[in-house]
C-alpha cells in the first residue's frame, strides 16, 4: 500500500467513526445540530480521502461533478423552505440512488466479465435498489410537492402487473448473475428496476409518503452499501449500511405512531377509500373573540400548546415561543405536547420549536403529556389536527382508528387555531372541533399567535 492509500483508508476510518457518532447525535434534540455538524464532517473526510488516495483518471469530471453537486445543494439548502422538507429529502434519495446505479452501470461497463461471482450479486442489488429507489423518490417528490395527484393511483389487476414485473426483473438479476457476457439482460434488469419504483409509490397515498420516503432512504442506503462492495470501499458499506438499518427503524417507528404495519403503509390505499369511513363529527363549531381567548390564557395557570402541521406552514415558531415567554412571566405553567407524526416528517416539531429556541425540557412526549391533559386549564391546538383527532380513539370505523393521539378533548377548555374548516392530510372530519370544550380561533397561526401575544399584554 501506498502512503496516500493509508492516508484514505486512515479517512475512511475516522468518517466512520463520525457518522456512528453522528447517528447517536441524531437521537435527541438538544444534540442533533451536533451530530449533523459530525455527519458533515464524516462527509468532508470520506471525499477528502477519495480525491487524495483513491486513482483519479481524469480531474475534468471531478471538479465538474463536484461544483454541480455543490450549487445544487447549496441552492436546496438555502431557497427550500422547511415545510418542502420531505419532498427536499425524497430528491436527495433519488439524487444518491441514481449514483449508485450509475456507478453500478459504470463498473458492468468495465469489469462485469471479471468480477468475482460475489461482487456480481453486490452489482446486481446495486443496480436494482438504486435504480428502484432513484424513481420511487422522484415519485414520492412529485407526490409531496402536488406535482403528482396525492391520491393513491390504483388499477385493476395492479398487484398482478407489479408482481409480474417484479418477476420478470428478478429472473434478469439471476440470469446476470451466471451469464454477465449477457448484456442485454443487465440493461432490461435496470429498465424494469426504474419501472418498478414507479408502479411501487404510485398507489401510496401522499400521507403516507414521509414512512415511504424513509423506507426508500433504507433502499438507497443499501444500494450504497453494495457499490461498498463493488468498489472494495469501507466507508460506502459502513455509511450505506447504517443508513439503510436507520432508514428502516425510522419507518417501523413512524408506522408504530400510527397504529399501522409497513404492509397496510404499502399496499393498504390510504386516501383511497375515505368514502367508507365514517365519523360522529356533527354540530356547530363555536368561534371565541381574540380578547376571550387572551383572557382565558392569562388567567390560567397551566397551559398546553399542541404544534401541527398548521404551525410548520405558518411558521409560528416564534410567535408561539414569544406567547409563552409572557404567560410564564405571568406565572403560568407552559408546556409542548409533541406527537410522533406531527407535522410532515419526523421530528418536524422538535426542530421547528428548537430553532426558536423553545427550551427542550418544555417538550413532552405524547404518552408523558396524555395524563397531564385532564388537570390543565387550556390546551391551546396550533395547526394540529388529524393528531388530536379523538376519532382515532373513540370510534373503530375511522380511517385512523387505533393511531395514538393528544387527549386534548380531555382539558378542561381547548382553543384551536386555524385558517377555517379546512381538514388535516387524511382528509378526515374531526368531532374535536365540535365539542363544547373547544372553541376555535380563525386565522393564520403566527397572526393569531401574535395577536395573542399582544392582547395578553393588555389583560
Ligand atoms: P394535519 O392533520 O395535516 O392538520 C393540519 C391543520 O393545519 C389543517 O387542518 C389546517 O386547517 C391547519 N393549517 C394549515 N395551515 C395553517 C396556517 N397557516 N395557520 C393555521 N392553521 C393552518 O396536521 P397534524 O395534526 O400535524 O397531523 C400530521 C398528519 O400527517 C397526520 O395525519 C400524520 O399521520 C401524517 N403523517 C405525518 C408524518 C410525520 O412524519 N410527521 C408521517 C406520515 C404521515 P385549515 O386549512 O383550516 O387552516
Keep these: 500500500m501506498t502512503l496516500s492509500t493509508y492516508f484514505m483508508e486512515a479517512t475512511y476510518l475516522i468518517a466512520s467513526i463520525l457518522f456512528v457518532f453522528a447517528l ?211 466507508v460506502l458499506i459502513i455509511a450505506g449500511t447504517l443508513d439503510g438499518f436507520s432508514g428502516f427503524i425510522l419507518s417501523v417507528l413512524m408506522c408504530k405512531a400510527m397504529n399501522r404495519s409497513i404492509t397496510n403503509v404499502l399496499f393498504g390505499g390510504f386516501g383511497a377509500v375515505i368514502a367508507g369511513a365514517t365519523t360522529d363529527a356533527g354540530g356547530v363549531m363555536r368561534e371565541i373573540s381574540l380578547d376571550d381567548a387572551a383572557m382565558q390564557l392569562a388567567f390560567a395557570s397551566r397551559v398546553i400548546f399542541v404544534p401541527g402541521y398548521g404551525l410548520a406552514t405558518a411558521q409560528a415558531q416564534h410567535a408561539v415561543r414569544e406567547l409563552a415567554e409572557l404567560l410564564e412571566g405571568r406565572g403560568v405553567t407552559v408546556k409542548y405536547a409533541i406527537h410522533p407524526v406531527a407535522g410532515r416528517m419526523p421530528g418536524h416539531m422538535n426542530v421547528l420549536l428548537a430553532e426558536a429556541n423553545v427550551p427542550y425540557s418544555s417538550l413532552y412526549e405524547m404518552e408523558q403529556i396524555n395524563p397531564e391533559f385532564p388537570s390543565t386549564d387550556v390546551a391551546v391546538v396550533i395547526g394540529a389536527n388529524d393528531v388530536v383527532n379523538p376519532d382515532a380513539r373513540d370510534n373503530p370505523k375511522s380511517l385512523i382508528a387505533g393511531m395514538p393521539i393528544l387527549e386534548v378533548d380531555r382539558a378542561k377548555s381547548v382553543i384551536v387555531l386555524k385558517r377555517g374548516q379546512g381538514r388535516g392530510f387524511s382528509g378526515l372530519e374531526n368531532p374535536l372541533f365540535f365539542k363544547s370544550c373547544t372553541s376555535m380561533l380563525y386565522g393564520d397561526a403566527k397572526s393569531s399567535l401574535s395577536h395573542l401575544a399582544q392582547a395578553v399584554q393588555h389583560v
Excluded: C
Excluded at 452489482?123 to 393513491?152: C, D, N, R, W, Y
Excluded at 451469464?179 to 409509490?201: D, Q, R, S, T
Design 24 to 234: 447517536k447525535g441524531m437521537s435527541h434534540p438538544e444534540t442533533a445540530r451536533r451530530g449533523m455538524f459530525l455527519a458533515e464532517g464524516g462527509m468532508l473526510a470520506a471525499i477528502i480521502g477519495t480525491l487524495i488516495g483513491a486513482h483519479i483518471v481524469t480531474w475534468v469530471w471531478i471538479i465538474a461533478g463536484l461544483s454541480i453537486g455543490s450549487i445544487i445543494g447549496a441552492w436546496m439548502a438555502i431557497w427550500v423552505p422547511m415545510t418542502a422538507m420531505p419532498q427536499r429529502t425524497a430528491l436527495s434519495h433519488a439524487f444518491g440512488a441514481l449514483a449508485a446505479a450509475l456507478v453500478g452501470v459504470g463498473e458492468f461497463l468495465v469489469h462485469a466479465n471479471d468480477m468475482p461471482s460475489i461482487t456480481r450479486w453486490a452489482l446486481g442489488f446495486e443496480v436494482m435498489l438504486g435504480a428502484l429507489t432513484t424513481t420511487g423518490s422522484l415519485i414520492a417528490a412529485g407526490k409531496l410537492q402536488g406535482v403528482i395527484h396525492g391520491k393513491p393511483i390504483q388499477f385493476k389487476g395492479q398487484n398482478v402487473v407489479n408482481a409480474l414485473i417484479f418477476l420478470t426483473m428478478a429472473t434478469s438479476f439471476f440470469i446476470f448473475i451466471a451469464h454477465p457476457e449477457k448484456v442485454a439482460v443487465f440493461y432490461i434488469m435496470l429498465g424494469l428496476a426504474f419501472v418498478f419504483g414507479v408502479m411501487l409509490v404510485i398507489p401510496i397515498g401522499s400521507a403516507d409518503m414521509p414512512v415511504v420516503m424513509s423506507l426508500l432512504n433504507s433502499y438507497a442506503g443499501l444500494a450504497a452499501a453494495a457499490t461498498g462492495f463493488v468498489l472494495g470501499n469501507n
